[in-house]
């Protein structure tokens, strides 16, 4: 009731406490009652004798309310569960697969980020987009990876859309200015017929204004870069809105489209790069992205094509 009444006051125009309860059957006392509940989370809303309640402002938080408005997607952040605090948004997706494809998790405060291969992503700032999207595609097993590069090149469209120059650093980092300002985590269950369900997590650093020492020349965020902070909300629409196309894309088979997409916004081809595996590293350079998705690299020995899952890319002088 709360989100309807939130509705009513949207439109910006002033709304008597009697109209809201008419249009919604409920008691004067209770409109009251959500208009003070949504006080308390943030929203300015001046009451005016004989004119009635009117919405001032929006506090910047990652609600389904703050989101849905405006948003133009057919199924991506149809449905969000939002909650303040959670140990991560993956584990959060994972909890509830039941819910169904496109729904989003997301938090204002991650205690326990998660980046690849059990590396912590730094999440414990309310200024990000700490967010997971449940998918259900009806795919084979090795194309799940292509769902990460997916994400990766609609995060940087999105970010190129504000006017921020976003490069992807295969295969699933987004940077800008040769510093990561978007992670993205992907994790699946899936069985010898399938897959159940992906977690698509994406964390992104909006208006954080500082990172500790640690990761001070590695991270950004779009305050760091721009000197302003940009309403998360707005970001989070652009996200999904790029995702879906290019999910669609996808799943319709027209995979070379969205790759030829990503290869154009990769700035690891072309670079020396220093290739770490599990059990070993060597360094080559990167020449081109394979219809897979996967990062083709030249060294001594010939070419080779690396699967994202069980390497990692690094410049030769540092992280890009
Ligand atoms: P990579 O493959 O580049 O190591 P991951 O996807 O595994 O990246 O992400 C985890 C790494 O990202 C961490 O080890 C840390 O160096 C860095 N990191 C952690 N939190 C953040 C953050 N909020 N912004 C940017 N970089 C971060």
């Given at each position: 009731m709360k989100k309807k009444v939130l509705e009513?006051?949207?439109?910006?125009?002033?709304?008597s406490g009697e109209r809201i309860s008419q249009k919604l059957n409920v008691s004067r006392t209770a409109v009251w009652k959500y208009v003070k509940k949504l006080k308390e989370d943030g929203y300015k809303i001046e009451s005016v004798t004989n004119k009635g309640y009117r919405l001032i402002s929006s506090p910047?938080?990652?609600?389904?309310?703050e989101i849905t408005d405006g948003l133009a997607t057919k199924y991506i952040g149809k449905h969000i569960f939002y909650c303040r605090e959670t140990d991560s948004t993956n584990n959060e997706a994972k909890r509830?697969?039941?819910?169904?494809?496109?729904s989003v998790f997301i938090a204002e405060i991650q205690s326990g980020g998660k980046g690849r291969l059990g590396r912590k992503w730094l999440s414990e700032d309310n200024g990000g987009i700490w967010m997971t999207i449940l998918l259900k595609p009806r795919i084979a097993l090795e194309e799940i990876s292509k769902i990460t590069l997916a994400a990766g090149a609609a995060v940087c469209k999105a970010f190129r859309g504000i006017g921020l120059s976003a490069g992807i650093k295969w295969p699933n980092d987004i940077v800008v200015?040769?510093?990561?300002?978007c992670g993205i985590l992907t994790e699946l269950s899936a069985e010898a017929d399938g897959v159940n369900y992906v977690a698509l997590g994406i964390g992104i650093n909006v208006n954080i204004k500082a990172f500790p020492k640690e990761l001070e020349n590695k991270a950004t965020s779009v305050f760091i870069e721009t000197g302003a902070e940009y309403?998360?909300?707005?970001?989070?629409r652009a996200v999904f809105e790029e995702f879906e196309k290019l999910y669609?894309?996808?799943?319709s088979g027209r995979?070379?489209?969205f790759i030829k997409d990503y290869k154009a916004m990769c700035i690891t081809v072309g670079k020396n790069v220093r290739v770490i595996k599990p059990d070993c590293e060597f360094d080559a350079r990167a020449v081109d992205i394979d219809r897979e998705g996967r990062l083709i690299v030249?060294?001594?020995?010939?070419k080779m094509h690396l699967n994202s899952g069980e390497v990692s890319v690094r410049g030769i002088y540092g992280y890009i």
């Open positions: 009513i006051l949207k439109s910006g125009e002033y709304c910047d938080l990652l609600t389904e309310a509830n697969n039941s819910a169904p494809e496109g200015n040769g510093r990561k300002i309403n998360r909300a707005k970001l989070v669609e894309e996808f799943l995979v070379g489209g030249e060294t001594e020995k010939g």
